[in-house]
């Protein structure tokens, strides 16, 4: 055996020495010679660095047995197992995929300097955290058949808290109100999940950048952070940041003008601008300023004008004057619509809730509409809209509408717990888009301690291409009153019905419905039920046409943030019908995003029935009912309001009036479990009154002093299983007899 370098050769064979898992194969695959190629000393140094650069071997040695190269290798050894103990703060599963990403996992090959980079960024991850204490260790043990076993020892330590921030150079605002910017600061009673006090490198350039906006905003545009520093305590327990900063000079605006070539007349662009001369120059006004003259032009079919501000600085007088530099740009057309992943549904579902139209003017604002429209048909888990311009022209564009499709049909099966209903048990199929056209048909039944109900219906949402509705329901209900108001009566209700629904704006419909209802009543134990009875039979065929109307801006349906539900409806059992009565309610919901993470949610609910004809009153099985979780919480679900005389049962009235306020805060969690949980603190207020009926308790007429107030905490989670609803409260104003309840909660219930 001789080196290489002895001579020149013609390689007539290969051989590999040295390997245990890896195949020769391998090895050959990254040589930059093969057989029959002459190797001189020049060579052998380009076959060592090609084997060392694959990563696998620790030691490379080229020598020769006559015409026979051979190569003399070391593999590293491969990683047999990876364990990491003492870490609490980041998951395991987190820390090996981090792991995986920088190369080191169970099966590679071992590379001391990989560990060496893992060490680091294990240390930077519990660093970004604020545990500067934290100590990693990692440990080599040899294995048999060339294999190690790596284990990697967290000692993660304290976290190290934000004891305090220094500003330093501020003089025409007070530190107090400063700090109010920043998202970090010291420990309050919030931290704990706020984790305001964890230092973080990232939070403190974005509390710096609010900071600059805070003092951009009031005027002070020569505004200037001189420096930073960041020191931690010899325990790295306390961290200490001091801020240097140079106001300049508050400036005020001295002129505001309009320049280049507006597409609109400047009457209707100069109400957009919402700077004022004299007032203080806002960077922030100025911004929103551009993006609502952005907005109308985009509206108005210029999609991409360019709106510009130029700030004029006077030094001396300390003075701007703001320039809109407005270049609409030609006005675009929209070429063509298309649809795209629509794989069951047709495309006409979607082109029908399109507000922007082929051939017409580009609106951004039409675009944003039409989105919206497609997103609430619940069909779709994604929408999105593309708008790019047309190759070789500049004045039109495509619309492109994306979407992801969500199953077409649901079987469902579920079972709930209710404090005023007990066991619910439900099941249903439906299909929201029957066979891609947007068509709704549903099927189902829940059953209770109280109620059963059987269910079937019809909806063609675009029964006319004008986007009027036509809908046809059936259903069977049979309630134990006893069981869910403690009343002894009971009835079997059958219903047939057919509905319109007719557009009057994109977030508004009237509706008008027809409706033959069967009922079969009996009576119990209950004096006011026999009596009813005695006067009307307990047998009744009644034909009643409804009216509503509604309007909803809410953001989402579930967990809304802001906008509204506002609904107006009525019924009346028309003449030739056993029963003659009218109903009808008014509900009101608004929710106001006072921060992005803090909601106030106000609702409202008036409604009142009464008889006419030869029915003097309004019948007492439909009457309104308050009190329980979705009313008046801290008092026993329908227990509010009129009882009957004999049996003392809660029997309702004719007239409720409910309403709540209720504040919602952000919850102690991260992540995806966030979306779903919703903690509030909430003020009810409600009762229901029957007209002077001498049959009845309490039935003294319409009072506000009968109102019964409540407040306390709730919590609503959407789990995997079903929604929960949880609630403590505190009646503020208990009456004798009223039946309150503390804690409530309800289980398997839409919300």
């Known amino acids: 055996m001789q080196p290489v370098t002895a001579a020149v050769f013609q390689i007539a064979d290969i051989r590999v020495e040295g390997l245990q898992r890896i195949a020769p194969g ?143 150079g501020n003089k025409a605002f007070k530190s107090e109100e400063l700090n109010q910017q920043f998202k970090l600061g010291s420990t309050r009673w919030n931290s704990f999940y706020s984790k305001n006090d964890q230092y973080s490198k990232q939070k403190l350039a974005g509390d710096l950048e609010a900071l600059r906006s805070f003092y951009l905003d009031r005027g002070y545009i020569k505004f200037e952070i001189k420096s930073t520093q960041v020191s931690i305590s010899a325990d790295k327990k306390d961290i200490y940041i001091a801020i240097v900063i140079d106001e300049g000079q508050a400036f005020t605006i001295s002129d505001i003008k309009l320049a280049g070539e507006p597409s609109v007349p400047v009457e209707r662009l100069f109400p957009l601008i919402h700077l004022k001369r004299g007032d203080f120059f806002s960077r922030k006004v100025t911004t929103e300023s551009s993006e609502r003259i952005s907005g109308l032009l985009g509206d108005e079919g210029y999609a991409f004008a360019n709106v510009n501000t130029v700030p004029e600085i006077n030094e001396a007088a300390h003075q701007v004057a703001v320039t809109f530099f407005v270049d609409s740009g030609k006005r675009v057309y929209v070429r063509r619509l298309n649809m795209k992943g629509n794989t069951r549904t047709r495309d006409e579902v979607l082109r029908r809730e399109m507000r922007q139209l082929e051939t017409a003017w580009f609106s951004a604002e039409l675009v944003r509409k039409s989105r919206e429209r497609i997103q609430r048909l619940g069909y779709f888990e994604e929408v999105n809209i593309a708008t790019p311009a047309v190759p070789g022209s500049a004045d039109q564009v495509d619309v492109d509408v994306t979407v992801k ?141 409804s009216a509503s109307y509604s309007n909803d801006t809410r953001d989402t349906a579930i967990f809304p943030t802001k906008g509204g539900l506002r609904t107006l409806s009525t019924e009346i059992a028309v003449p030739g019908s056993a029963l003659q009565y009218y109903k009808m309610n008014y509900q009101e919901q608004r929710y106001v995003a006072l921060t992005s993470r803090f909601i106030v949610s106000l609702t409202g609910n008036i409604a009142y029935g009464d008889g006419y004809g030869e029915s003097p009153e309004l019948p007492f099985f439909e009457n309104y009912y308050a009190g329980g979780p979705r009313s008046v919480r801290g008092w026993v679900a329908n227990s509010i309001g009129p009882r009957e005389i004999i049996t003392d049962d809660p029997v309702g009235g004719n007239l409720k009036m409910v309403g709540s306020l209720e504040f919602f805060i952000p919850a102690p969690v991260g992540g995806e479990f966030e979306k779903t949980l919703r903690l509030g603190t909430f003020l009810d207020f409600g009762s229901v009154w029957a007209m002077n009926d001498s049959r009845l308790l309490n039935a003294t007429g319409f009072d506000l002093a009968d109102l019964r107030y409540s407040t306390g905490m709730s919590m609503t989670w959407l789990s995997p299983v079903g929604a929960l609803s949880i609630s403590l409260a505190y009646p503020l104003t208990e009456k004798n007899g009223d039946e309150t309840q503390v804690f409530q909660f309800g289980f398997g219930q839409a919300f």
């Open 26 to 168: 391998t090895v050959f695959n990254y040589l930059p010679v093969q057989i029959g190629d002459t190797v001189a000393e020049d060579v052998t140094g380009s076959i060592i660095r090609a084997l060392y650069k694959t990563g696998f071997f620790d030691d490379v040695r080229v020598e020769r047995d006559g015409n026979v190269l051979v190569l003399w290798v070391r593999e590293r050894p491969a990683i047999a197992e990876i364990k990491i103990t003492g870490n609490k703060d980041i998951e395991t599963e987190a820390l090996n995929t981090a792991l995986e990403d920088i190369g080191l996992k169970e099966g590679r090959v071992f590379n001391r300097s990989v560990l060496d980079r893992i060490e680091q960024e294990l240390e930077r991850q519990y660093f970004a955290r604020g545990k500067y204490g934290v100590i990693i260790q990692s440990t080599v043990s040899p294995l048999e058949r060339n294999r190690v076993s790596i284990h990697i020892e967290v000692i993660e330590g304290l976290t190290a808290r934000i004891k305090q921030i220094n500003l330093i």
């Open 405 to 545: 499709e969500k199953p077409a049909g649901n079987l469902a099966a579920g079972i709930g717990f209710s404090q005023s209903q007990g066991i619910l048990l439900n099941a249903s199929i439906t299909q929201n888009n029957f066979l891609g056209t947007g068509k709704r048909v549903a099927m189902a039944f829940n059953t209770s301690t109280s109620t059963s109900l059987y269910q079937i219906g019809y909806t063609n949402p675009y029964y006319t291409v004008d986007g009027i509705s036509r809908g046809f329901n059936a259903s069977y209900t049979e309630t134990d009153f006893s069981k869910l108001i403690g009343a002894n009566y009971a009835s079997n209700v059958g219903t047939t019905e057919m509905t319109f629904g007719l557009p009057i704006a994109d977030n508004s419909r009237a509706g008008l419905g027809f409706r033959y209802q069967y009922t079969d009543f009996t009576a119990g134990d209950s004096s006011l039920a026999r009596q009813f009875i005695t006067d009307n039979g307990s047998r009744f065929n009644d034909y009643l046409i």
